[in-house]
Antibody, heavy 128, light 108 residues
Framework: QVQLQQWGAGLLKPSETLSLTCAVY????????WSWIRQPPGKGLEWIGE???????KYNPSLESRVTISVDTSKNQFSLKLNSVTAADTAVYYC??????????????????????WGPGTLVTVSS | AIRMTQSPSSFSASIGDRVTITCRAS??????LAWYQQKPGKAPRLLIS???TLQSGVPSRFSGSGSGTDFTLTISSLQSEDFATYYC??????????FGQGTRLEIK
């Protein structure tokens, strides 16, 4: 059974760096993409970015200048760093697994952007 | 970025009702769409992938349809455990992947 467990500091001051790690238990690690998604209190979901087992990343352009997602395949873990946080970064942060889907009729393209397993979420509060 | 707009944003319904939630994309996205259910304090749960593929373990009263810009999530007969917030998500053109603003379904 696949489980995602996540951890990291829950209270930060403005300008500090948010750091979270997600560990994957059960199932393959290399056959999926791994994402971070956040949700401000009482609001909707915002995609932060993704990484595959080779370390290839894609980021939300709105956060790209401050975000780094990394992977440690030896531990089946991936991590999120977000620099220079402000109160606007206060949110529950989720890690999630993106599974493979193939789209297209004549040209087949793989996507790993539908999320079937999620971590429980970590509330990160930014406050002075 | 592709904007996803859900309607309604919230509404009330009764046990046994048939409910339809709509998601509209700001440009054509084929069937590159997923639906999630989220309950308070919990992570989202995947219901539907590729616009209409029901995920394993999801009750058959849930169904998804649509392609291009207009999509629907239908619950054929509401059960008490279905009262939650529902999100659509597109990944046709990313980054960024984008979600709808959510539809909160409450008990009447």
């Amino acid at each position: 059974q696949v489980q995602l467990q996540q951890w990291g500091a829950g209270l930060l001051k403005p300008s500090e760096t948010l750091s979270l790690t997600c560990a994957v238990y059960g199932g393959s690690f290399s056959g999926f993409h791994w994402s971070w998604i956040r949700q401000p209190p009482g609001k909707g979901l915002e995609w932060i970015g993704e990484i595959n087992h080779s370390g290839n990343t894609k980021y939300n352009p709105s956060l790209e200048s401050r975000v780094t997602i990394s992977v440690d395949t030896s531990k089946n873990q991936f991590s999120l760093k977000l620099n220079s946080v402000t109160a606007a970064d206060t949110a529950v942060y989720y890690c999630a697994r993106g599974f493979r889907e193939v789209f297209g009729v004549f040209i087949k393209t793989q996507y790993y952007s539908t999320y079937d397993y999620w971590g429980p979420g970590t509330l990160v509060t930014v406050s002075s | 970025a592709i904007r996803m707009t859900q309607s309604p944003s919230s509404f009330s319904a009764s046990i046994g009702d048939r409910v339809t939630i709509t998601c509209r994309a700001s440009q054509r996205i084929g069937n590159y769409l997923a639906w999630y259910q989220q309950k308070p304090g919990k992570a989202p749960r995947l219901l539907i992938s590729a616009a209409s593929t029901l995920q394993s373990g999801v009750p058959s009263r849930f169904s998804g349809s649509g392609s291009g810009t207009d999509f629907t999530l239908t619950i054929s007969s509401l059960q008490s455990e279905d009262f939650a917030t529902y999100y659509c998500q597109q990944f046709y053109d990313y980054p960024p992947i984008t979600f709808g603003q959510g539809t909160r379904l409450e008990i009447k």
